[in-house]
């Protein structure tokens, strides 16, 4: 079964049909996103008047390294120096929003005593007049000098919250954003803990709780601030009426069951988050807001109005892979949105894999399939899903014509946390090193999620965990048997913003029934590929054996582990790296043992951060390699490997 190959190159980017063409020469959009080139041309805006000039920016008497460079952000004048101002007016008007903007960080900063000078042609800028006779080249100087940085004194917020940062209606006190005596002076900290305070408040349900007064005195003999934030929390409101508007067609007592926004109800902004997270879930909705009535009524309640606009109700996509090793592969999609009126999905997904690789359309990878979707059974959070998929697969280890039939429901846990409980009945051929085989499986499959990543395409903290457990009965042998994995996902982010991330993965997986060769080959364990152990190929590492005749070939395998570590940098917001290796054994039994193969891959990759997720690269050589394997594999795809 196996096929020889001594080089291979993998790819696999998918693009959707939404890829614009190139707007200039030399500029690339996919989705939306500029992803390399410059704007174009007629993007630009024209400078009247233009006057060039040059620029100076000194920051003296601080021991603090990092506020030349913070200084230099915020000015203007320092940022567009290679750039000419639109004239006198341009030039005066950026210097004097200069001493606003430098204020404003020195502020930030814990400066409150600065000395700020900005002169234009010698002259102070707050001095000059529109009519001032500036040269061509006009030297612009910028001094700072911020004098002693301030500690706080007294803190106090008056009328502050119960602070309870346990639980979900948990709010962290304002000393965890250093608003604290004897902390830097932060004007930052002063707003955080500010906000802190109306978030606390809102939590108990004090829903136009806001700041009121703030009074900051500065201490210069001693360099310390005094800070009186005073919160109005107003008064305790419940949920009133519940009202849709918009322009869309989906039913709005579906979408106000959906906001799950009980009217009479202590007021929450947590149910607010979740109602905007499960209507966005349905995917029919182009935007979602859900406003609050400026002021709660006599009765205490407070009407909520949700406002929607459909996205376009039939939707046609498709994309695209190619490899040296499969060949070109094609799919496509059509949905409609909102089926029945109250969200219902409907979807057909076609698909072709080899072309190019074989001229016999026999040896092709083909799949076909329908999935319905209906959201809100039984609870706002539970959805009914059925789908029927025809495939051919043709990979390294076996070959399999099937048709499966699913149904079952899917369940959201709250923010983190999913679920899915369904049946499948699958009807399967396979061919591979045991001959030919039919098999009839009757399985119940739960699987759960628990995503605690921060962004699940460029994970820098957090970690996910996944389960699966699948009990099926197999008629044509009349095996019962049991199959499940566990895999697990941690992200470690450290130095300044994330520069750099350790990321690990673990998978095991274990297989309880009847032998090998009475079993369907895709309920046993395989490994290899690109989100498995890079530099070989997929779905070809498994148990090797060997007949009475001396031919030696793979099968699955009933136990599963695998592991896979990265070391991820950038370079710049645009461009980074990546050094990983992939472990991986599929064992004879449910645990390995001595006599089963470990299997390495190691490998370098490329970043190019866009705001769809990085483009990655990788490129991939397994350590011990069969004769049968590729030498160096090379994968493309949108997101990090895992």
């Known amino acids: 079964m196996a096929r020889l190959k001594k080089f291979g190159i993998l790819s696999g980017l998918m693009l959707g049909a939404a890829v614009a063409a190139p707007p200039a020469a030399g500029a690339f959009e996919l989705f939306g996103f500029r992803l390399w080139g410059s704007e174009p041309e ?3 805006i024209e400078i009247i008047d233009p006057l060039p000039y040059t620029a100076t920016l000194r920051v003296s008497g601080t021991e603090d390294d990092g506020l030349q460079k913070r200084m230099e952000t915020a000015s203007a004048l320092w940022s567009d120096r290679e750039t000419p101002a639109s004239g006198n007016a341009g030039l005066i008007s950026k210097a004097r929003g200069d001493y606003r903007r430098l204020l404003a960080t020195l502020y930030a900063e814990g400066y409150y005593g600065p ?3 900005i002169r234009i042609n010698g002259v102070e800028a707050a001095d000059l007049t529109l009519a001032a006779d500036l040269p061509q080249g006009v030297p612009v100087a910028i001094e700072i000098q911020p004098g002693p940085p301030f500690l706080f004194g007294t803190t106090h917020i008056t009328n502050a919250p119960p602070f309870q940062p346990e639980g979900r209606d948990g709010v962290e006190p304002p000393r965890s954003v250093g608003f604290e005596t004897g902390e830097s002076a932060r004007s930052g900290a002063i707003t955080a803990a500010s906000a802190l305070a109306v978030e606390q408040w809102r939590q108990l349900s004090y829903a136009k709780a806001r700041e009121a007064d703030r009074e900051v005195i500065a201490d210069h003999p001693t360099g310390r601030l005094d800070v009186d934030v005073t919160i109005d929390p107003g008064r305790k409101a419940r949920y009133g009426t519940v009202t849709v508007e918009g322009g869309s067609r989906v039913d709005r007592e579906f979408v106000a069951y959906m906001a799950n926004i009980h009217e009479g109800a202590p007021y929450d902004p947590d149910d607010l988050h979740d109602a905007e997270d499960r209507l966005s879930s349905l995917g029919v909705f182009r935007s979602i807001r859900i406003v609050e009535e400026e002021n709660i009524l006599e009765d205490g309640s407070l009407p909520m109005t949700i ?3 459909d996205r376009r109700r039939r939707t046609i996509g498709f994309g695209g892979t190619y490899s040296t090793i499969d060949g070109l592969g094609v799919q496509a999609y059509w949905m409609h949105r909102n089926l029945l009126g109250k969200a219902e999905r409907l979807r057909f997904d076609a698909g072709i894999e080899g072309l190019l690789l ?5 040896d092709y990878n083909y799949n076909l399939g329908v999935t319905f979707t209906k959201p809100g059974v039984i609870s706002p959070d539970t959805s009914f899903f059925a789908s029927l998929l025809a495939q051919q697969l043709d990979w390294e280890t076996y070959r399999q014509t099937s048709l499966t039939a699913r149904a079952g429901f899917s369940q959201r846990f709250g923010e983190f946390l999913t679920g ?16 030919t085989r039919d098999f009839l499986t009757f399985a119940l499959v739960g699987r759960g999620e628990y995503d605690r990543r921060n962004d699940p395409l460029n994970a820098t903290s957090g970690y996910y965990l996944a389960g699966n457990l699948r009990p099926f009965y197999e008629a044509k042998y009349g095996n019962p048997a049991l199959r499940g994995t566990i895999e697990g996902r941690a992200y470690l982010g450290f130095s300044e913003d994330d520069r ?11 297989f309880g029934g009847p032998p090998v060769e009475e079993s369907p080959p895709d309920m046993l364990f395989f490994a290899g590929g690109g989100g498995s152990v890079r530099g070989y190929a997929y779905n070809s590492i498994g148990v090797e054996t060997t007949d009475s005749e001396g031919e030696t070939g793979v099968v699955g395998g009933r136990g599963l582990v695998e592991g896979s570590g990265e070391f991820r940098f950038r370079v710049n917001e645009k461009y980074g790296g990546v050094a990983f290796a992939d472990v ?5 039994g449910i645990t390995p043992d001595s006599s089963d193969d470990v299997r390495v891959g ?3 990759g490329f970043r190019y951060f866009t705001g769809i997720g990085p483009l990655r690269v990788d490129v991939a050589t397994p350590i011990n390699p069969r004769p049968e394997d590729s030498i160096v594999a090379v994968y493309f795809g949108i997101g990090q490997a895992f």
Request: avoid cysteine.
């Open 307 to 309: 406002v929607v606009e």
């Open 115 to 117: 000395y700020i000078s």
């Open 42 to 44: 007629e993007d630009r």
């Open 358 to 362: 074989t001229s016999d359309p026999a």
């Open 584 to 588: 991986g054994v599929v064992a004879a």
């Open 602 to 604: 190691v490998g370098l």
């Open 420 to 435: 899915d409980l369904f049946g499948e009945v699958q009807r399967a051929r396979f061919t591979d090193d045991f001959g």
């Open 500 to 510: 750099f991330v350790l990321a690990g993965r673990a998978k095991i997986g274990g």
